[in-house]
């Protein structure tokens, strides 16, 4: 079963923040999280290993909770070049140690 | 330095021709990946290589085959091609490190069906 990632879309203007959440029915021990844009191949933001982990890529950062088997990105003072489409992607035994990514939060970052 | 590389980039097939997506990398890694990705969806899981051990998700058709004759080289073929089969293929590497990994996407195949 596909984890669910909140909100669906998200518009924001420059320099504004934003969150986009993953949660999973199935117990994890990581979470990739991947930026797409459009036409282009998903590339590679980070992996959160341990519940309660955060990690940071220039203004992007991420928590890990892995006792509530979720996880959110944090999108601080956004760039015209974070628009794109974020897909988390849970690993755990119960999806069979491989990533499943969630359905995707398409994100537009307007001047 | 392109580190996954797919050909072709682009292919136009013909409804229940078969054809060949090939997917070749750089960087030594032991884990090979093919996921389709159709418009607006996520990329799904079709199969994986660890080493040279084949993994096929339950729910690949048939219709999809693969093949990995060296740690660098990784194929996908649809022997029918359908018009629902037209997507995105994606090749993507890893390599296991203290228990977990990035991928390495390619650039992606479009395929269409005609």
């Known amino acids: 079963q596909q984890p669910v990632q909140s909100p669906q879309a998200v518009i924001l203007r420059e320099g504004e923040d934003a969150v986009i959440n993953c949660s999973s029915s199935?117990?994890?021990?990581?979470v990739h999280w991947y930026r797409q844009k459009h036409g282009e191949a998903p590339v590679f933001l980070m992996i959160?290993?341990?519940?309660?982990e955060q990690k940071g890529h220039e203004k992007i950062s991420a928590s890990f909770n892995e006792k509530k088997q979720q996880s959110s990105l944090y999108l601080t003072a956004s760039q015209l070049s974070y628009s794109g489409t974020y897909f988390c992607g849970p690993e755990g035994a119960e999806y069979g140690n491989k990533l499943v990514f969630g359905a995707g939060t398409i994100l537009r970052v307007k001047s | 330095d392109a580190m996954v590389i797919q050909n072709p980039r682009y292919q136009v097939t013909q409804f229940g021709k078969p054809v060949t997506l090939s997917c070749s990398q750089t960087?030594?890694?032991?884990?090979m990946y093919w996921y389709q990705q159709k418009s607006s969806q996520a990329p799904k899981l079709l199969f994986h290589y660890y080493d040279k051990d084949f993994n096929n998700e339950a729910d690949t058709p048939d219709n999809f085959q693969s093949r990995r004759p060296n740690t660098s080289f990784c194929f996908l073929d649809i022997r029918s091609p359908g018009l629902g089969d037209a997507a995105m293929y994606l090749c993507?590497?890893?390599?296991?490190?203290?228990?977990?990994?990035?991928?390495?996407f390619g650039p992606g195949t479009r395929l269409t069906v005609t």
């Open positions: 959160l290993l341990k519940g309660g």
């Open positions: 199935k117990a994890l021990y990581s």
């Open positions: 993507a590497t890893s390599i296991r490190l203290a228990g977990s990994y990035e991928q390495y």
């Open positions: 960087l030594n890694h032991n884990v």
